[in-house]
């Protein structure tokens, strides 16, 4: 058995009770996720020479994810003074020598906010109503994008979609992405209203999917791009054939910001 294999089961053995649960165990799980994203994010662009407030970032997002589960509406607060943190920081570090502390601002920046105010929408999901059920209405929702544009694109896929970003992924294989997620979110509306406990029509469900598959690619599409400028095949190596923390959640990011938004506009 791969490398590969052994780690997404070994993933999923540890996320699928934190997530059907809840609690302090999805705390950890996510938060753990979200936390190492942040500080891959900023090691990508110190491998292309910036000067990221890594440290800073990295107890600032945890100081996100803390407000968002335990008190949502200390999370705003939280994101505010986080951002004049890290400009109080790059100024001294400006003073100090460094001559690009601007755009190194604008590094920590999006550490913060791209990876921990949008994954935190994550927990936003989890807390809603039946929140374990909508979450692994979401989250399968994702994976089946990636799994169907992977599968049908490797093996059909002959017209490039993005030649710079990602010269793998084809049209073909972006057309399978969006029809699978598609089927899964009619699936699980069929299948969660039947036998469980949420209340979905199943063209809903397939419109949610068209959402996904149309969108979440973005967020791959977006870690590549980093990834491309720091010259770097994988965000990290924290998981064996996997590679780090952001490339497992790049499309989990945006997952979370539309599923949390479809529901509260259109379900709930």
Known sequence: MSKRTITALALLLIGLPAVLFGGVAYLLFMGFFLAAAAWEYAGMF????????SWLVLVE???LVLARYYNPALSLPVLTFSVLALMTYHLVDYERGADKAGMDFSVSLGALVYVGWLGAYLFDLRQLENGGWWLMFVLPCVWGTDTGAYMIGAVYGKTRMTPRLSPKKTWEGFAAGVFTA?????FLAYAYSTWGPLQLEIWKGALFGLLVGVVTPLGDLGESMLKRQ???KDSGNLFPGHGGAFDRIDSWLWGGVLGYFFLIWFVL
């Open 46 to 53: 110190k491998a292309a020479g910036a000067r990221p407030a």
């Open 61 to 63: 997002v945890i100081a």
């Open 182 to 186: 598609m089927l899964m979110g009619a």
């Open 230 to 232: 720091a010259g770097l």
